[in-house]
């Protein structure tokens, strides 16, 4: 398999952490297709992916899957142990809410933060720099509220690793390059990020 | 069961629609929080809640669950038949890429148009019009895109109808409001909007 990817962009870090986590690294061939070199819009990759986004998986067969949630769920049902999505209904909807949560209240955020504010989109993009302020303030607010949510459990969705923590921390290394930062007055947020990064995935 | 929801938001007419599909309407009881009288705001509600958005599932033992897809994917799995989810891996991967193309390309995009220049949020909240206008651009690429897409089959994942089907007419249904329209240049599109509505779900 080949995974088409940006070894900078957040989304295919979701996929290669949680290629690690399942012991699948070895499996996964990465081709890169740099944003930064607009890559992702040349026509041989438009061809695998025509919205022109990474990362895109391809198959042995040649099958080709988009959308890095697609990916994760597709091999994690292939290959069930460990699984970063739950092993009952009840805990698969836990995990499902909280990957949304660490999708639609931070990664979104983070993401539109980069793309409205940063001087690397500056003439590859209209840019709307007052949509980058209202979501630095609700970043504010949610890391907030997240500190709280993880003083009672040691990961986002309960006592288990899973795929919410990928996305969350997916999320919030890529803040760093907006100067969000987790501070002093979220101790247990820091913590959190502190049991992630000791995993061998996050160097992924 | 309970759904506590917002009748004219998208996101629970997302869980109405797939509850009607799958012949659940009649054992969830649906409690209306209104966010234009800004109850989702109230104390009360933020205890099911802290992030004061719709919908909530309440399990008849008093367990919540928050985030639609989360709603959906958990009722799914505890009433399999017909799944909105796909019967295997390969299906269920192909349904979730075309889910989050809808929700990521189509509802997100809609939903900032609505947020960021409709006089409904003028005071409530800040707004980025030019971040509207930059989403309704993406709009028109997308809605193009998409066109050419149902070109080649009935619905967005394939010969079946599924929760990626329901997630894109509740944006495309939602847009109205801001004036997005499916016009006369997608016929495709326009196609697969009249197979939609003339399921009863739609109606949800």
Known sequence: MRLYQDSRAPNPRRVRMFLVEKGLADSVELVEVS???R??????????????????LELDDGRLLRESMAICRYLDELH?????????PWQRAQIEQWN????????FAVAQVFRNSHPFWAG???????FADIM???LAKRLAWLDGELAERSWLAGDR??????????ALDFGKISQIRIGDDTPHLARWYADVKSRPSHKA
């Not at 690793?161 to 997916?170: H, L, Q």
């Open 35 to 37: 944003i930064n070199d």
């Open 39 to 56: 890559a992702h819009q040349e026509p041989a990759y438009l061809e695998k992916n025509p919205l022109g986004l990474v990362p895109v």
């Open 80 to 88: 069930p142990e460990p699984t970063m999505f739950g092993t009952d």
């Open 124 to 130: 590859r993009i209209k840019q709307a720099p007052e």
């Open 136 to 138: 630095r303030e609700h």
């Open 100 to 107: 949304r949560h660490a999708e639609l209240e931070l990664l």
């Open 161 to 170: 690793f899973s795929i919410a923590d990928i996305t969350a921390v997916c």
